[in-house]
Structures are given as C-alpha cells and as structure tokens.
C-alpha cells in the first residue's frame, strides 16, 4: 500500500443548501451527496403557503368534482377503475406497496442522498400537490442521514422511477428498511430514533414522490461531475504522454485551435499548452513533424467530451428544477394538468451521451498507452516501460500487464456505450408505450465511469513511469505544470524497477480520484 488513505485536500463547505423552489446546480446536489453540506428546508411563510395550497388544491377538487386521476382512479392504464371513497385513502399506500419489486445492488450512501436531494426539489416546485409536512419528512431523512434501502433496478425511467422511488415512499411512511448510522434496520425504528412520526400519504402524495425522474436525476449529477474529472485528468495525463514520447507540443498551438472554433478542444489545447509550456513557434517546421493521432488529434477527443458538459449540465439542471411527477396542481388556481412530465428522456440522452464521450477518451488514453509501452513508437523508451537495467532487465515485463488491463477496461467501456434510451418499450399494458430508460442510461454511464477511473489510474503510473524514463534518456527539466504533476505521482507511486503486483497502487489512486487529490482535477491547474 503506498498511497496513504487520506488523500482529500477538498475543503468542506459548510453552508446549508436552501431548498426553497429556487433553482439548484448539480454541485450542490454533489455536496449534499457527500455529505459536505446539509440542508435546509425554507420555513419562509410565502413558501410553506404555496406549497400547502396544492394540497388544499386537491381536498377542494375532490370535494367539488369528485374524480382526479390517480387520487379517485386507478394508476395508468387502470385510471377507468374508479376508488371507492371508504378506499381513497389507501390507494397512496398502495402504490408504493405493489411497487416493491425492486432488485439489483442497493444505491450507495452518496446516491440515495442525491436521489432525496432531488425529488425535494422537484416538490418545492409546489406544483405537486403534497403538503408542506410532506417536504419535511423527506428534509428530516436527509438531514438525520437516515437512506432508505433503494433497489437499482426496475425502472424504465418515464412514469419516473416508480419502483426504486417506491423505497423512499415507503421510508417517508416508516415502512421498508433504511440505512442508519451505518446500520440496516426498520425505517419505523429510524424514524423512532430521531423523534419522528410514520407519515400517512393524502391522496396524490404517493404519485407525487413516486412519478418522477429522481433517481435518474440524482445519478446523473453526480455522474456529470465524474465525467468532468476525467476530462480534466485525461488532458494532464496526455501533456504527460506527450513529454514522455518526446512528442510534439505544436499541435496545441493558439493559431491552429483559432481556425476551428469548437470551444472543447480549444479549452483541452489551452490546457496542453500551458502544461507543457508550449509558446506559439514561429519555426516553419519543428524537429518532429507529426505525431500519431492520439496525441495530435487529443485536443479533438477530449474536447468533445469537454463541450457535452455544459450541454448535459443544461439538460440535468432543467430535469432537477422541473415539476416532473403526474398530475400537476396548479397551487393558484387550482387546475389538475394532466400530462407526462415523468419521461426522463433529457437525463437518458444526457447519460447516453455523456458515457460515449467518456468511452472515446478512454479509447485515446489507451491507444497512448500502446505508444508508449511500445519502443517502436516511444521514441527511446524501453519496451513495456520497463525500468530495470543490465542483467535483471530480462526478467521484468514493467508495465505488460497492466497495458493489457487498460485494453480490457477500455473494451468494456465502449461496450457499455450502447444507448439505453433507443431501448424503449411498450409496457404497463401500453399506457407506457415509449419510454426514457434514463435510470438504465444513467447506470450504464457510472459504469463506463467506474471503468474510467481504473483507466485514468493505470494511466497514471504509466505516465510517472514514463516522464522518469524520458528524464533518464535526456535529462532536463520538466516545465511547472508537469513537475508538479510528476512530483506527486513520485510520492505516491514507487517507480517499478523490478516487477510487483500493481493493484495496491491502483486502488489507491482510484480513491484519490474520487477525492479529487489528483494534480489536474481542477480547472485552475495545479
Ligand atoms: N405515470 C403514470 C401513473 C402510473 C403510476 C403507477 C403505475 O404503476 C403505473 C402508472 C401516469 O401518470 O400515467
């Protein structure tokens, strides 16, 4: 183990988010997530007002009209069936009772966290229908950090994630189980523990909490901001590459990056230069011509991963602070809107989108790695990158097998790239008949991420191994960005001289990617 376990240098922010119906960004979700921030839920009079004249809303149009679907029907397609009114106050405690078929792993701490963050905030819309004591009990689990036990699979993801939302549901009402104080127990002992009472759902509650697109949404952000980090890293890894192979740090120029305006691979070609201190030449040719397309054209990979990140945060953020549940409840006037807002389409084609751009990267890094672990194209370098000398150099095989990893993670990520959303299939006795699967593709695109992170920490060692070769053929210096860089790297990764088994070392540096300890992993540098 040579990486120690603390690696976090992020500071904690301290301030509560204020879930008041004002619009959220994905960081805050993320910082809810990992529990670097609390909540607060607004007490501001005007709010408690509108929200709980939805719910008057609803009591007014049961009293005046009689039917509202989903409150005085049957669900979906079975909305022909009408509810007894001895059977009205049930029919919510039903819904998240037959929906209880959920299977797969249980969503980590740090997901369910995001998933609450983000129904609460698609409540605080007030166009749901639900009472304020409502917004509470979900404010009171995510503030007690008590996370309801919710299976990852079973959703189609438009008629929103009724079943693994069915868990939350179901915990609101002391029902089910959840994760307290690292231990699995009974929502109703949770809830007993933190002095809070079981909530019994008024009608449209259930729908409200249950028919929308959390689940999707609360991945997604957190997601998003993953994919960031491999785009951050994945260019520190090249500027690395690119010194280590005695590449060519020209085709990052200004002037080039000016005549095709895309702002990503401008951005990735800004971040090249500045790593590896690379002024525009005035040379007519430099000592290299052209390097092979995974370091010429990186600015071109990375850069379209680079430019889906302000489009998918559009299209994630607008699902987060969106009314996304079915019926609406206009809290003014009253009007039930009947319409689809659970189909979480934008989230799919954002997730879809996102994993491809991931895959691409990962492919690029991979195709570095192969340059590099090859003397045919490392211009010096030995093969495998193998740091042994004289009569031990026959016996080591450096780098070999950890290459071979990379190509088999690489393999796995760009087959995880098929779009989940053109998946879509009639279902619930054709009232779903097209649907988002964006839980399915935001799902897929963690785990195209989770691939990625072992790749970038693969890629990593290689890098450190490397730039320490390249050093020892020509020494000199590196330019600052990259001995930062370097440095880190030597403190926590031991050059492998002779063979070892390098997984303690990937571990590691997984965990300190996810802690954003990585040099590179913020826009400012480092
Ligand atoms: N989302 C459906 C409602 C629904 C709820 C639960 C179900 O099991 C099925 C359908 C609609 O609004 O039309």
Same mark, same amino acid.
């Not at 890098?463 to 020892?472: C, K, N």
């Not at 571990?507 to 913020?522: E, I, M, N, Q």
């Given at each position: 183990?040579?990486?120690?376990?603390?690696?976090?240098?992020?500071t904690?922010?301290?301030?509560?988010?204020?879930?008041? !119906?004002?619009?959220?960004?994905?960081?805050?979700?993320?910082?809810i997530?990992?529990?670097?921030?609390r909540?607060?839920?607004?007490?501001?009079?005007?709010?408690?007002?509108r929200?709980?004249?939805?719910?008057?809303?609803?009591?007014? #149009?049961?009293?005046?009209?009689?039917?509202?679907?989903?409150?005085?029907?049957?669900?979906?397609? @079975?909305?022909?069936?009408?509810?007894?009114?001895?059977?009205?106050?049930?029919l919510?405690?039903r819904?998240?009772?037959y929906?209880?078929?959920?299977?797969?792993?249980?969503?980590?701490?740090?997901?369910?966290?995001?998933?609450?963050?983000?129904?609460?905030? @698609?409540?605080?819309?007030?166009? @749901?229908?639900?009472?304020?004591?409502?917004?509470?009990?979900i404010?009171a689990?995510?503030?007690?950090?008590?996370?309801?036990?919710?299976?990852?699979?079973?959703?189609?993801?438009?008629?929103?994630?009724?079943?693994?939302l069915?868990?939350?549901?179901?915990?609101?009402? =002391?029902?089910?189980?959840v994760i307290?104080? !690292?231990?699995?127990?009974?929502?109703?002992?949770?809830?007993?523990?933190?002095g809070?009472?079981?909530?019994?759902?008024q009608?449209?509650?259930?729908?409200? $909490?249950?028919?929308?697109?959390a689940?999707?949404?609360?991945?997604?952000?957190?997601?998003?901001?993953?994919?960031?980090?491999?785009?951050?890293?994945?260019?520190?890894?090249?500027?690395?590459?690119v010194?280590?192979?005695a590449?060519?740090?020209?085709?990052?120029?200004?002037?080039?990056f000016?005549?095709?305006?895309?702002?990503?691979p401008?951005?990735v070609?800004?971040?090249l230069?500045?790593?590896?201190?690379?002024?525009?030449?005035?040379?007519r040719?430099?000592?290299?011509?052209q390097?092979?397309?995974?370091?010429?054209?990186a600015?071109?990979?990375?850069? $379209?991963?680079?430019?889906?990140?302000?489009?998918?945060?559009?299209?994630?953020?607008?699902?987060?602070?969106?009314?996304?549940?079915?019926?609406?409840?206009?809290?003014?006037?009253?009007? $039930?809107?009947?319409? =689809?807002?659970?189909?979480? =389409?934008?989230?799919?084609?954002?997730?879809d989108?996102?994993?491809?751009?991931?895959?691409?990267?990962?492919?690029?890094?991979?195709?570095?790695?192969?340059? #590099?672990?090859d003397?045919?194209?490392?211009?010096?370098?030995?093969?495998?990158?193998?740091?042994?000398?004289?009569?031990?150099?026959?016996?080591?095989?450096?780098?070999?097998?950890?290459?071979?990893a990379?190509?088999?993670?690489?393999?796995?990520? #760009?087959?995880?790239?098929?779009p989940?959303?053109?998946f879509?299939?009639?279902?619930?006795?054709?009232?779903?008949?097209?649907?988002?699967?964006?839980?399915?593709?935001?799902?897929?695109?963690?785990?195209?991420?989770?691939?990625?992170?072992? $790749?970038?920490?693969?890629?990593?060692?290689?890098?450190?191994?490397?730039?320490?070769?390249r050093?020892?053929?020509a020494?000199g210096?590196?330019?600052?960005?990259?001995?930062?860089?370097?440095?880190?790297?030597?403190?926590?990764i031991?050059?492998?001289?002779?063979?070892r088994?390098?997984?303690?070392?990937?571990?590691?540096?997984?965990?300190?990617?996810r802690?954003?300890?990585?040099?590179?992993?913020?826009?400012s !540098?480092?």
């Amino acid at each position: 183990m040579h990486l120690n376990m603390n690696l976090t240098d992020a500071t904690p922010d301290t301030g509560r988010v204020l879930f008041d !119906g004002q619009p959220l960004d994905l960081e805050a979700v993320a910082a809810i997530a990992s529990g670097r921030r609390r909540i607060r839920l607004s007490d501001a009079e005007a709010f408690r007002h509108r929200i709980n004249a939805g719910a008057q809303a609803v009591w007014r #149009l049961l009293a005046e009209e009689g039917v509202i679907y989903g409150v005085t029907t049957g669900y979906g397609d @079975s909305c022909t069936v009408a509810i007894p009114p001895e059977l009205v106050a049930e029919l919510p405690h039903r819904l998240y009772t037959y929906h209880g078929v959920g299977m797969g792993r249980l969503l980590d701490a740090d997901e369910t966290r995001a998933v609450l963050a983000a129904r609460l905030a @698609s409540l605080c819309q007030g166009m @749901s229908g639900v009472r304020y004591a409502l917004l509470e009990q979900i404010a009171a689990l995510i503030d007690h950090d008590i996370l309801p036990c919710i299976p990852a699979e079973g959703s189609v993801g438009a008629s929103g994630d009724l079943t693994p939302l069915s868990y939350v549901a179901a915990a609101l009402c =002391g029902e089910r189980d959840v994760i307290w104080r !690292g231990r699995r127990m009974a929502a109703a002992d949770a809830l007993r523990a933190v002095g809070r009472a079981p909530l019994a759902l008024q009608p449209k509650e259930g729908l409200a $909490v249950m028919n929308g697109t959390a689940v999707m949404t609360g991945l997604a952000c957190l997601a998003w901001q993953r994919a960031r980090r491999c785009s951050l890293i994945a260019s520190r890894i090249t500027a690395l590459n690119v010194f280590a192979t005695a590449g060519n740090p020209h085709h990052f120029e200004a002037q080039l990056f000016d005549a095709k305006p895309h702002p990503g691979p401008r951005a990735v070609a800004r971040r090249l230069r500045r790593d590896l201190a690379c002024e525009d030449s005035t040379a007519r040719n430099p000592a290299r011509l052209q390097d092979r397309y995974s370091l010429r054209c990186a600015p071109h990979v990375i850069g $379209v991963l680079e430019d889906a990140l302000p489009f998918t945060r559009t299209l994630i953020e607008n699902e987060l602070n969106s009314a996304n549940d079915n019926p609406l409840i206009d809290p003014d006037s009253g009007r $039930v809107l009947h319409g =689809g807002h659970f189909y979480g =389409g934008h989230v799919a084609f954002a997730m879809d989108g996102l994993k491809t751009a991931v895959a691409n990267v990962l492919d690029l890094l991979d195709r570095q790695l192969a340059l #590099l672990v090859d003397s045919r194209y490392s211009h010096g370098l030995p093969d495998n990158l193998s740091a042994a000398d004289g009569p031990r150099a026959a016996v080591n095989h450096g780098l070999k097998a950890l290459q071979i990893a990379v190509s088999a993670w690489t393999a796995e990520a #760009l087959k995880g790239t098929l779009p989940a959303s053109v998946f879509s299939r009639s279902t619930e006795c054709h009232n779903q008949d097209k649907v988002s699967m964006g839980t399915i593709a935001a799902r897929d695109c963690q785990r195209v991420l989770d691939l990625g992170d072992q $790749v970038l920490a693969a890629m990593l060692i290689a890098a450190r191994q490397a730039v320490t070769l390249r050093l020892r053929l020509a020494p000199g210096t590196l330019p600052p960005g990259l001995a930062d860089s370097q440095a880190w790297l030597e403190a926590h990764i031991p050059l492998v001289e002779e063979d070892r088994a390098l997984d303690q070392d990937l571990a590691g540096l997984v965990r300190a990617l996810r802690d954003d300890a990585v040099p590179g992993a913020s826009e400012s !540098g480092r």
